[in-house]
C-alpha cells in the first residue's frame, strides 16, 4: 500500500513537473517573440485615464479621467450584478415551471409546455436582440407602459418599486430601481433561456422521488401542495443541486453576450480597453482570469450548498 501510493504521489509530481515547464517554455518564447516585435506585457496601463464614457456604472462614480483598472472594475461589476440575479431570478422562474409542468390541468400542462419550449429553442442572441429592440421601441416615460402597480417600461428602460413607489418627475421617474434598456434586456434574455432549463431539471427531478413518497404523504393527510412542499421537493433538491450549479455557471458565461446590445460588462469593456490601448493579451489574461473566477465562485456556492443538503438528509 505504502509503495503504491508512493509511486503515485511520485507520478503526480512528475505530471505536474512537466506541465509547469511546458506552461514556462510557452510563456517565455511567447515574452522573447513579442520583444522582438518591440511590444512586451505589462499591466501599467491601467493606471492610465481611459479616455470614454460608460453609460451605466452601476451606481459607481466613474469619468473619463478615471483609469482603465476603475473601468474594468464596473464592468466586473456589472458581470457579477446580471449573474447574481439572474442566476436568483432563473431558479425562482425555472421552479415554477416545473411544477407548473406537472399539473393537473391539461390546458395549464400545455401553456407552460409550450413556453418552456419555445425558450428553450430560441438562442440567446436572438432573444437578447429581440428584447433590445423592443425595449427601445417603447414609448416615452411620459408615456409608459404600466403592467403593474410601480412597474413602467419606456424607452429608459424598465423601473421597479423598491422601497418607494416610481414616479414621473419632468421627462424621467424618480424613486423605485431603473434598469436601462440594455441591462433589462441582458437580464430578460438570461432569466427566460435558462429558467426554461431549470424547469426541466426540476420536472425530472421530481419526477424521480419514488411515487410511494406522495402516497405515503397523502395517507396521512397532507394535501396534494403540502405533499410536493415537504415530502417530494427537500428529496428532489439533492438530484437538482449540481445540475442548478451547471446552470448558473452557464449562464454567467453566458453574460458575456452583452457585448451584442452595448451593455457595459466586463467583457464589453475590456475591449474597449484592447483597442484603446493595444494590450490585447494583457485584456484576455484579465477576462479569463475574471470568468474562471466567477464560474468557481458560483460552483464552489451550489457545491457547498449541495453538501450541506447531503448533511442534512444523511
Not at 500500500?1 to 509547469?20: E, H
Not at 518564447?29 to 506585457?41: A, V
Not at 434574455?189 to 397523502?218: F, K, P, Y
Not at 464560474?295 to 448533511?311: D, F, G, I, P, W
Amino acid at each position: 500500500m505504502s509503495v503504491r501510493w508512493n509511486a503515485r504521489a511520485l507520478g503526480q509530481a512528475l505530471t505536474f513537473a512537466v506541465i509547469a515547464a511546458i506552461m514556462w517554455w510557452l510563456a517565455r518564447n511567447t515574452q522573447l517573440n513579442l520583444e522582438q516585435r518591440g511590444l512586451s506585457l505589462g499591466f501599467e496601463f491601467l493606471r492610465h485615464p481611459a479616455n470614454f464614457e460608460i453609460g451605466d456604472t452601476s451606481g459607481l462614480q466613474f469619468s473619463p479621467e478615471h483609469s482603465f483598472g476603475r473601468a474594468i472594475l464596473i464592468g466586473l461589476v456589472n458581470t457579477a450584478r446580471v449573474a447574481v440575479v439572474g442566476c436568483a431570478l432563473s431558479i425562482v422562474l425555472g421552479f415554477v415551471l416545473g411544477v407548473l409542468r406537472l399539473s393537473d390541468n391539461a390546458a395549464l400542462r400545455g401553456v407552460v409546455r409550450a413556453a418552456v419550449e419555445l425558450m428553450r429553442n430560441t438562442p440567446i442572441l436572438l432573444l437578447l436582440l429581440f428584447l433590445a429592440a423592443t425595449l427601445h421601441s417603447m414609448p416615452s416615460p411620459k408615456n409608459a407602459f404600466q403592467p403593474l402597480p410601480g412597474v413602467f417600461l419606456s424607452d429608459r428602460g424598465l423601473v421597479l418599486p423598491f422601497f418607494d413607489r416610481p414616479r414621473l418627475v419632468g421627462f424621467n421617474f424618480v424613486g423605485g430601481v431603473a434598469l436601462s434598456p440594455e441591462f433589462a434586456a441582458l437580464l430578460g434574455a438570461l432569466v427566460m433561456h435558462h429558467a426554461a432549463h431549470v424547469s426541466e431539471i426540476v420536472r425530472g427531478a421530481i419526477l424521480g422521488v419514488a411515487r410511494a413518497q406522495t402516497d405515503a404523504a397523502l395517507a396521512l393527510g397532507l394535501s396534494r401542495g403540502q405533499a410536493l412542499r415537504f415530502v417530494v421537493i427537500p428529496q428532489a433538491l439533492r438530484a437538482m443541486t449540481p445540475l442548478l450549479a451547471t446552470t448558473c455557471v452557464s449562464l454567467t458565461k453566458n453574460s458575456s453576450l452583452a457585448v451584442a446590445i452595448g451593455f457595459p460588462d466586463v467583457v464589453s469593456i475590456l475591449n474597449t480597453t484592447a483597442n484603446q490601448t493595444g494590450h490585447s493579451i494583457e485584456t484576455m489574461l484579465i477576462m479569463i482570469a475574471v470568468y474562471l473566477s466567477l464560474s468557481l465562485l458560483v460552483a464552489a456556492t451550489m457545491n457547498r450548498y449541495n453538501a450541506r443538503l447531503l448533511r442534512v438528509g444523511g
